[in-house]
């Protein structure tokens, strides 16, 4: 029979997450950004100033430097809980077994976050299998995403330089829509790349003006663990312009309606609007801003150097391929598989048993029609659910995961949930406007 718990936000206590002890810190501040989002995180996870993983507390302070990964995940994540991110980001047992050499001792109390990871659960069932299967895997789809990447790179520079020295009107737009959309490509490509230890192709993300870094924290650590919950960044900065949370009392039924008009114009600014914000923050208070900041800015200044117009004609033709670009990044972006009115979002009815791979699937729906294409999953941040469950692992590679997925969703008796995009798209606009809590668990197959 289907389970049917009563929702968080029919009690009186409303302000609170379904996946957490605590209602996260930072989102009770007007201001909400990645570095207020770990402040506030080290507050709210008893991490004593060390890392916690699971109920124990390490201290990783020598290994920062000889971390596999790059120092920055450790770097951002003192004083914190990286119990899912260790568990996700590490596929092999390897790293687990160097932990005791760490340990500091005993956290003091309990975990903020309810997710588990119980060895015979559906997440560490998953995982141990596909641990056995990495000896075995074909990695020559890895080098296809390189290919495809260092394409679109090409594609991205050659269309933006070429745009300033045309004459003609129309061929001067098409070049630009052309541009535009590779720019958006690139963006989407490359960040199948920051999620791994550091490489050179995470830098190219930046060609948009938005930043590996401020994604490693806003997307990696945030949206990828804790998916459509109350500390998912990727919720929380669109506020209030657009609220997915089902309920009232963080958007009125006014509000939702507005927010689906002037969403495509919201779409056009993410770009420019991310990096604008870093800019100000740094002028007034600590310094944001990175020294690969200046890539996003490497392309209006080859185009002045190519460009045969004058300087503002070559800048507004930058300023346009940037602003339809960010369009296309976010309508893609906000429409990859998470807001559907059947998937989990903070106050809808929760498993009493929080298994994280579970709650990834709760939380996701796949894109059923770019499956089978290399170019399309990677453009347009295909294989969602894979991509979350093993998010180092190439996208190339992850097709040949199925059949682990499928053999575990069948031993768990669960399913794998599927949309088409303009599907998507429809059912992203309902969530908008959807005020009332799912009182049967998302993901949940109807037995």
Known sequence: ???????????????????????????????????????YKQIDD???????????????????????????????????????????HHITA??????PKYEVRKAAKPRNYLFTFHDDGFYRTLKRK?????????????????LIHIFLLFTTLGSCLTAPLLQKFSSKILMELIAAASLCSLGIAAHNYFHRKDNWQMYTFNLTLLNFAEWRISHAMSHHIYTNSMQDLEMSLFEPFL??????????????????????????????????????????????????????????????????????????QWWRIIHFSSFLFTLVGLNAGHHCTTAYHDGDANREDRDWGLYQLDACIDRNEIKGSHFMVLISFGEHILHHLFPTLDHGILPQLYPLLFETLKQFEEELREFSFPKQIIEQNRQLLRTKPNLRISGEKIK
């Not at 929702?7 to 810190?25: G, V």
């Not at 800019?279 to 208070?285: N, T």
């Open 1 to 39: 029979m289907s389970t049917y718990l009563k929702s968080e936000y029919e009690q009186d206590d409303w302000r609170k997450s379904t996946i957490s002890r605590k209602y996260p810190t930072y989102r009770r501040k007007l201001i909400k950004t990645n570095q207020s989002w770990l402040k």
């Open 46 to 88: 008893d991490a004593e100033g060390l890392w916690r993983i699971h109920d124990k507390l390490y201290d990783f302070s020598s290994f920062i430097k000889h971390h596999p990964g790059g120092a920055f995940w450790l770097e951002q994540t003192k004083g914190t809980d990286i119990t899912e991110a260790f568990e996700v």
């Open 94 to 99: 390897a790293p687990s077994n160097l932990l």
């Open 130 to 146: 596909v641990a056995l299967a990495l000896k075995d895997l074909d990695y020559r789809p890895k080098r296809k995403s390189n």
């Open 243 to 316: 609220c997915w949370v089902p309920s009232e009392r963080y958007a009125s039924k006014r509000q939702r309606i507005l927010s689906l008009l002037i969403q495509p114009i919201f779409y056009v600014f993410v770009y420019p609007y991310q990096l604008i914000e870093r800019v100000m923050y740094s002028l007034i208070s600590k310094n944001r801003l990175y020294w690969h900041d200046v890539i996003g800015l490497s392309l209006p200044a080859l185009m002045l150097m190519m460009a045969k117009g004058p300087f503002w004609s070559v800048l507004m």
